[in-house]
């Protein structure tokens, strides 16, 4: 008889629920290499990753291939020792966002969206996000920090969509989501809720049935902006969740350009390819922020337009994503090709 793991058993019973992947999530390099048998050489040691410790939950864990050093998906979570070489012109706040604060945890950089940032926590830990150096702890936050950024967002008429980032915001449960779009709903120049998440992706089960219920409920125009890198992390699982986020709002997909995870034309079509099969049209492809630690993932602007240029002649035109960059200063993020 074959021996189930603890996890097959719950999804066998069908009752594996988001927060259980979130609390069972791994954490060690150690289990992470013996999962994944590759060398725990490989990975830094707990002290170097220290800030930012591994955090990689199971169904994500699941889509990469055992024994592959080299896998695009673990590539995006693994702590290596290259993160500590210090790098110049790699900050810890490459895009001085603290400039664009209106109050604890509400940005406004850009005309007509506001961009609240609900908390530190994600579903995974991206080696190369330019949150990772982000003081979440001691920017947050009053305890009265929401009703303060309420009050902003009414007080400013020019506010037509408020944009929920983080972290992740889909960490925050469904009441408490809940009571947030009713807040917004409540507010006659706000039209648009915008939600970038990678949840969909990371744990598709975070796409409760609650949830897709209160937003198809609102008069708001939703629009969620999914983040993937890769057509590997696009599963069947993850399908089904954004079906069920399409039946009440617009899907977009954010990505990163990565070396050594999408830099090439072949993975940026293929991504694209799964995206549209999956009814996601691709929207922005990110120059990396130089943020300290993830230089490794750098490649080159002149690069990234020559993929985008392979791409436009390769493809269809609404399968190739803009690629942008931010730039602080800019009203807008720059369009690089
Ligand atoms: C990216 C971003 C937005 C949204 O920009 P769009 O070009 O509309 O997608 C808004 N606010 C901040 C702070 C951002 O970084
Ligand atoms: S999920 Fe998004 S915010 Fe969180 S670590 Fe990854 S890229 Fe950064």
Same mark, same amino acid.
């Given at each position: 008889?074959?021996?189930?793991t603890k996890t097959?058993?719950l ?7 988001w ?6 999530a791994?954490?060690?390099? $150690?289990?992470?290499a013996?999962?994944?048998?590759i060398?725990?050489k490989?990975?830094c ?10 955090f990689?939950?199971?169904?994500f864990?699941g889509?990469?291939e055992?024994g592959?050093i ?7 979570v693994?702590p290596?020792?290259?993160e500590?070489? /210090? ?10 966002e603290?400039?664009y604060?209106?109050?604890?945890g ?6 007509s969206r $506001? ?7 994600c579903?995974v830990?991206?080696r190369y996000?330019?949150?990772r150096?982000?003081?979440?702890? *001691?920017?947050s936050k *009053? ?12 007080r400013d008429?020019?506010i037509?969509e408020v944009?929920?980032?983080?972290g ?19 507010i006659p ?7 970038h *998440?990678?949840?969909?992706?990371v744990?598709p $089960?975070?796409i ?11 008069h ?5 902006v999914?983040?993937?890198?890769h057509?590997n ?14 039946? /009440?709002?617009? &899907? ?5 350009l990565?070396s050594?995870?999408n830099?090439? /034309?072949e ?11 999956i009814g996601?049209?691709?929207?922005y492809?990110?120059?990396l ?12 602007v002149?690069?990234g337009i ?6 436009r ?6 399968l &190739?994503?803009?690629?942008v960059?931010e730039?602080p200063?800019e009203?807008?993020?720059?369009v690089l $090709?």
């Amino acid at each position: 008889m074959a021996i189930l793991t603890k996890t097959d058993q719950l999804v066998r019973a069908g009752n594996a629920t988001w927060s259980h992947y979130l609390k069972t999530a791994v954490r060690s390099p $150690a289990e992470l290499a013996d999962r994944l048998k590759i060398p725990v050489k490989a990975i830094c040691g707990d002290q170097s990753c220290g800030d930012f410790p591994l955090f990689v939950p199971e169904p994500f864990l699941g889509r990469m291939e055992v024994g592959n050093i080299n896998d695009p998906l673990l590539r995006q979570v693994l702590p290596i020792h290259q993160e500590s070489v /210090v790098q110049t012109g790699y900050t810890s706040d490459p895009l001085q966002e603290s400039e664009y604060t209106l109050t604890s945890g509400l940005l406004k950089k850009y005309k007509s969206r $506001a961009l609240l940032m609900l908390n530190g926590t994600c579903a995974v830990h991206c080696r190369y996000c330019f949150r990772r150096h982000f003081p979440y702890p *001691s920017n947050s936050k *009053s305890p009265n920090w929401m009703s303060e950024a309420l009050t902003q967002i009414k007080r400013d008429t020019s506010i037509q969509e408020v944009i929920l980032s983080g972290g992740d915001p889909l960490s925050w449960v469904d009441g408490q989501i809940e009571q947030l779009v009713d807040h917004f709903e409540a507010i006659p120049h706000v039209c648009r809720l915008r939600i970038h *998440s990678r949840l969909p992706i990371v744990i598709p $089960a975070r796409i409760t049935e609650r949830l897709v219920k209160r937003l198809g409920l609102s008069h708001l125009q939703v629009i969620f902006v999914v983040h993937s890198n890769h057509a590997n992390e696009l599963d069947h699982e993850v399908a089904l969740a954004c079906d069920r986020l399409k039946s /009440v709002s617009t &899907v977009l997909n954010q990505s990163v350009l990565l070396s050594g995870v999408n830099d090439s /034309v072949e993975s940026l079509i293929a991504l694209s390819e799964r995206l549209l099969e999956i009814g996601v049209m691709p929207y922005y492809l990110h120059q990396l922020d130089a943020v300290e630690g993830a230089a490794h993932f750098l490649v080159p602007v002149e690069r990234g337009i020559e993929l985008i240029r392979e791409m436009r002649a390769t493809t269809s035109g609404f399968l &190739v994503p803009r690629y942008v960059q931010e730039i602080p200063g800019e009203p807008n993020k720059v369009v690089l $090709a």
